[in-house]
C-alpha cells in the first residue's frame, strides 16, 4: 500500500493562481520530499524538508510539515504553463531501512 | 556531470519472455532504487541496491529481480512477462544509505508486453 496519498488526485487553475496539493502519510518518518513529473518521465526533486521543520521555501515552492497529522502540503505560487506535471511526495521513513516510498500524485494543470 | 541514465528507452515483448533492463548510477552514487509506474498511477517500489546487495525489496513477486555491479549499475530482470508488468521502469540513485536524502531519477524505460 502507498505510504503517501496526495489530495487532490487532479487540479486545473489558471495562470497566475496558487495550486496547493496536499500529502498524508502512515508512519513516522525521517523526512518528505516532493517530486515533479513531466508527461510520464523521470521524477525531478522539488525540495525536503525533514521532520524538526515545520516549514521550508523554495523560490515560488512552499512546503509545510505536520508531524503531528501526518501530512504535509505544497504550495506553487503564481503558477505558469510551465508547471504543468504531476506531483509526488514521497517519504523517509525515520529507520533508514526502506527506500523513498511514493504517493499516488495530484496531476497540475495550468491553464494558460 | 551525466544524470542517472537507463537503457534501453522503449521496449516492446511478448508476454512470457524475459527482459533486462539497465540503469548506471550518478558518478559516486552507490544506492540503486528500482521503481515500477503503472500507467497514470504512483511509483511502486521494486529493489533498493547499495554497495552490490540488495537493501530491501517490494511486494513484487520473485521473477522480478536484479543485481548491482561493482561499478554500482545495476540491472533489473524480469521472467515469464505479463500483460500487467507494461509500465515505466524507473531508476535512481542517491548518494546515501541508511536516512535517505534525495533521488536523482533517470528518464525510465517505458516496457509493452503484448
Known amino acids: 500500500s502507498q505510504q503517501g496519498e496526495e489530495d487532490p488526485q487532479a487540479l486545473s487553475i489558471q495562470e497566475g493562481e496558487n495550486a496547493t496539493m496536499n500529502c498524508s502519510y502512515k508512519?513516522?518518518?525521517?523526512?518528505l520530499q516532493w517530486y515533479r513529473q513531466n508527461s510520464g518521465r523521470g521524477l525531478v526533486h522539488l525540495i525536503l524538508?525533514?521532520?524538526?521543520?515545520r516549514e521550508k521555501h523554495s523560490g515560488r515552492l512552499r512546503v509545510t510539515l505536520d508531524t503531528s497529522k501526518k501530512s504535509s502540503s505544497l504550495l506553487i505560487t503564481a503558477s505558469r504553463a510551465a508547471d504543468t506535471a504531476s506531483y509526488f511526495c514521497?517519504?523517509?521513513?525515520?529507520?533508514?531501512?526502506?527506500?523513498?516510498?511514493f504517493g499516488s500524485g495530484t496531476r497540475l494543470q495550468v491553464q494558460p | 556531470e551525466a544524470g542517472v541514465t537507463q537503457s534501453p528507452t522503449h521496449l516492446i515483448k511478448t508476454r512470457g519472455q524475459q527482459v533486462t533492463l539497465r540503469c548506471s548510477p550518478i558518478?559516486?552514487?552507490?544506492?540503486v532504487y528500482w521503481y515500477q509506474q503503472a500507467l497514470g498511477l504512483g511509483l511502486q517500489f521494486l529493489l533498493w541496491?547499495?554497495?552490490?546487495?540488495?537493501?530491501n525489496r517490494g511486494n513484487f513477486p520473485p521473477r522480478f529481480s536484479g543485481r548491482q555491479f561493482p561499478n554500482y549499475s545495476s540491472e533489473l530482470n524480469v521472467n515469464a512477462l505479463e500483460l500487467e508488468d507494461s509500465a515505466l521502469y524507473l531508476c535512481?540513485?542517491?548518494?546515501?544509505?541508511?536516512?535517505?536524502?534525495?533521488?536523482?531519477f533517470g528518464q525510465g524505460t517505458r516496457l509493452t508486453v503484448v
Open positions: 524538508i525533514r521532520s524538526n521543520e
Open positions: 514521497a517519504t523517509a521513513m525515520d529507520t533508514g531501512r526502506r527506500a523513498l516510498t
Open positions: 535512481a540513485s542517491s548518494s546515501r544509505t541508511g536516512l535517505v536524502t534525495e533521488a536523482f
Open positions: 508512519t513516522s518518518i525521517n523526512n
Open positions: 558518478s559516486g552514487h552507490t544506492s
Open positions: 541496491y547499495d554497495e552490490g546487495e540488495e537493501r
